[in-house]
């Protein structure tokens, strides 16, 4: 009867043997991956958002700047003597 001694195991190697390290690595890199995808996905739409936001602002500047030419073509031309020189409220 052979007596075999006991191997010494450490941490690293019992790691080693109870998990496939490559996979881990893989899946992880893939999910670090996803993670600045979905990053770069928000920053389009972030940016999409902002250039729809300041054509409104653009549309909406047009239409006062309109509107404000209509009301001085149809203004009496007594009613500038009558109040402000402005059209526009003091702020």
């Not at 030419?69 to 526009?88: N, T, Y």
């Amino acid at each position: 009867m052979t007596i075999t001694a006991a191997r010494q195991w450490s941490l690293e190697d019992a790691l080693r043997e109870e998990t496939d390290l490559a996979e881990i690595g893989r899946e992880f890199s893939e999910g670090v991956q996803e993670l600045v995808e979905e990053s770069r996905a928000e920053a389009r739409a972030a940016g999409r958002q902002f250039r729809l936001i300041h054509r409104l602002w653009q549309l909406q500047e047009e239409a006062r700047e309109q509107r404000w030419a209509v009301e001085v073509h149809w203004m009496p031309a007594a009613a500038d003597r009558l109040g402000p020189h402005s059209l526009e409220p003091e702020e």
